[in-house]
């Protein structure tokens, strides 16, 4: 019944938003005299700000068609490379450029679409021939395709490399680096010719009882039994996978917003000055950024609950009892991977610690295959979009990709 009247009222938003842009769209209009008399601009500006909240949104597009190498425009292309139920491979290749390290960007399976790390790849694109995991939202997977869960996860990334071949390099951004710190160690234990020569983890919850945040708070307050009664919904029969249990996407973004709501409330006070004021460029710029930040997916319920359950909870892989379909997972299985940890100083959704504690449990790793990375001033979002991650962080793991490739 929770999917049911959330679709219900997202319909009736869009209908309202619908309207909304209509009655700004005219009293923008130069050619309407209304919208020069009675405070037309300011109405037409609250409206533009109601119907971009109000208004429905789909998968976004990365949208590259070039970047820029050597001083030299360079034509770029997506290409699905590998296809499977709740994921594909996809790869930017770029006209006429070979030789670059290959790097595969590991999106997160957290609310949120792949195009979350756009900024991420575009930096990247230069320096790397890039691949990156494009999740499925799982409403769209008919219940005939299976579950998908942690382990699974696990096993689409080592398809992933194998389909890469040897030699590639793996960037996890924030919850993904559990899982992918879980195939290099699987991977390594089976010297497996396709492990990544380096691992970069960037604001990963690898042991989330170091510096914990509200995020991982919530998590460890409630029983989860909570978690099965309170956030899973079922999906309506409108969508292919009517019948998959999830953890709807509008759940997470509900919690996403929440978390700071004192701040989103002043972008869009901000945005609606813009308008008044006809800066576009500027409330263009915050539009940008919600369309992204509001576009968001479902997570299939079983991979929720276990990730729940075994990074936040129970801290199995810290613990040593983290296991892959019966496999332990051992990170002292690792001797040639050069690993990389990044965490941003201001993060609160992984804290400090939580990421550099990889480092440490890869016991039998040596020393000049271990590095660390704080970004002063950076918080969450900025260890991988924006302008701190363009000029400060990228740069660190260029080098380190470099120096192991």
Known sequence: ???????????????????????????????????????????????????????????????????????????????????????????????????????????????????????????????????????????????????????????????????????????????????????????????????????????????TREAPTAVNLLATQRPHAWFEQNVIATVPAMYPGAGRQVYPGFLQLTGFMSMNLGNHMMSHWEMFKHLVRGDGESADATKEFYDEYRAVCDMTAEFYLQTVDLVFQTHALPNGTMRHRSEPIDPGAITDIGILAIEGERDDISGLGQTKAALSLARNLPADKKRYHMAESVGHYGIFNGSKWRDRIAPVVEEWITAHD
């Open 1 to 207: 019944m929770l999917y049911d009247a959330y679709e219900f009222q997202r319909s009736m938003l869009a209908t309202a938003s619908a309207m909304a842009n209509f009655g700004a769209g005219m009293l923008s209009n130069p050619a309407n005299p209304f919208a020069y008399f009675g405070g037309g601009q300011v109405i037409a500006s609250a409206l533009d700000v109601f119907a971009h909240a109000a208004a429905s949104r789909g998968k976004p597009a990365f949208g590259f068609d070039h970047t820029t190498i050597d001083g030299r425009r360079v034509a770029v292309h997506e290409q699905i490379v590998l296809q499977k139920p709740f994921g594909q491979l996809k790869r930017f290749t770029r006209d006429g450029i070979e030789g670059r390290p290959r790097l595969l960007i590991v999106a997160p399976m957290s609310g949120h679409y792949a195009t979350l790390l756009r900024g991420t790849v575009e930096r990247m694109l230069p320096f790397a021939d890039v691949y990156i995991t494009d999740w499925r939202d799982a409403k769209l997977v008919p219940t005939s395709d299976g579950r998908f869960d942690l382990d699974d996860y696990v096993d689409y990334l080592v398809a992933f490399l194998e389909h890469i071949g040897p030699g590639a390099h793996m960037l996890a951004v924030c919850q993904p680096s559990v899982p992918a710190y879980a195939a290099a160690c699987l991977m390594s234990a089976k010297a497996h010719p396709c492990r990544p020569r380096t691992l970069t983890m960037m604001g990963g919850p690898i042991d």
